[in-house]
């Protein structure tokens, strides 16, 4: 595929091939957009069939990153990174320190944290050869961990939504339920239950679903059941593509309120549920509080600068359902609308700053 050709290329800035004889490495780093700071993204190591596959996916995620970077008012841009090859199997030292030297290459430009395939262990493996790095726990930098922060940032955007859909300033009585119980969906049921929301739950693990059930009085339901259970909120924390053209219909939830990412199964799914009446809080928006912990670790931001941003993705929120309201459109176009004009001012400023 010529990638200028690709249907995702949507003019990323820079795309670049590594191929490293001696270890083996293959990988693709792609900077969508550097308008609002340096490209930031996790990298991604999975066994794509093809190169082409490889392609797409690295320019999807690099596009998606710079519209939650713009939207979440961060000093970033966006980027992503995908390596070819099996993270069960295909993972050395070697490997690893040949791609921090691929990030290197790019002076800057993108600075890489984890993502699919890529774990805890890994990352201080790259660390050790590039400076451009983070999103994980490192000596003498604050913490990297993301989910109690992604987790807070979702409690709160669940609260806008439920704010502006039935007016109340608390999910107290309300059901809420919760289709994954991982860092995330944990920390969300644990706020929700001492706020005294009713809870719904399901996990693949039935070890999370019983800790759930026993600490939070939470009531269990299938991993096939739980999107389409009468409850007033539906809280998507696992799956992608959870919302497709059976779900869309089948909803009973009227807010859709969750830390997953890519739950759209297509676009056109966001303004079915606009048009059924049901509050779709977009995915990038709300679990925004992962990628602001990376920014802070990056910008050394103290804990209440971190916390305070956390706490704005409700305020962001609450803009976007406004603006949907106002302007009769779906919030997920809204949402990358708004990016958009965010991406558009920093370009803008950049270039007169070059003047």
């Keep these: ?179 994954g119980l991982g860092k995330v969906g944990m920390g969300l049921a644990k706020r929700l239950h001492e706020e005294g929301a009713k809870l719904i739950v399901a996990d693949v693990s039935e070890d999370a679903v019983r800790r759930a059930v026993d600490a939070f009085g939470a009531r269990r339901a299938s991993t096939d059941s739980i999107v389409t259970t009468a409850c007033d909120v539906f809280s998507p924390n696992a799956l992608g593509a959870i919302l497709n053209d059976e779900t869309v219909m089948a909803l009973q939830a009227k807010v859709v309120a969750g830390g997953a990412n890519n739950q759209l199964a297509r676009d056109p799914h966001g303004r079915i549920l606009m048009e059924r009446g049901v509050l779709y809080a977009p995915d990038y928006v709300i679990n925004g509080g992962g990628i602001i912990r990376v920014a802070g670790q990056i910008y050394d931001w103290e804990e209440a600068e971190v916390e305070r941003r956390a706490f704005g993705i409700a305020d962001t929120l609450s803009a976007i359902f406004k603006r949907a309201d106002a302007e009769h459109e779906p919030t997920n176009v809204i949402a990358d609308r708004m990016a958009e004009e965010r991406i558009a001012r920093g370009a803008g400023l950049a270039a007169k700053a070059a003047e």
């Design 1 to 179: 595929m010529n990638v200028f050709d690709s249907a995702d290329f949507d003019h990323h800035e820079q795309v670049a091939f590594f191929d490293d004889k001696k270890t083996g490495l293959k990988a693709i780093i792609a900077v969508h957009s550097t308008a609002l700071g340096p490209a930031c993204g996790g990298t991604r190591m999975y066994p794509y069939a093809t190169a082409d596959d490889a392609l797409t996916d690295v320019l999807r995620l690099s596009r998606g990153m710079s519209y939650k970077n713009a939207i979440a008012d961060l000093p970033l841009g966006g980027g992503k990174a995908v390596i070819l090859g099996n993270p069960a199997t295909d993972k050395s030292e070697a490997r690893f320190a040949a791609y921090a030297d691929a990030v290197n290459a790019l002076g800057g430009r993108y600075i890489t944290a984890m993502d699919v395939g890529m774990g805890p262990k890994d990352m201080p493996i790259i660390a050790r050869h590039t400076k451009f790095v983070a999103g994980f726990d490192q000596p003498g930098k604050k913490s990297g961990d993301s989910g109690p922060t992604t987790a807070l940032g979702v409690f709160v955007g669940l609260r806008a939504c439920v704010k502006h859909k039935f007016g109340a300033d608390t999910t107290k009585g309300l059901t809420v339920a919760i289709q």
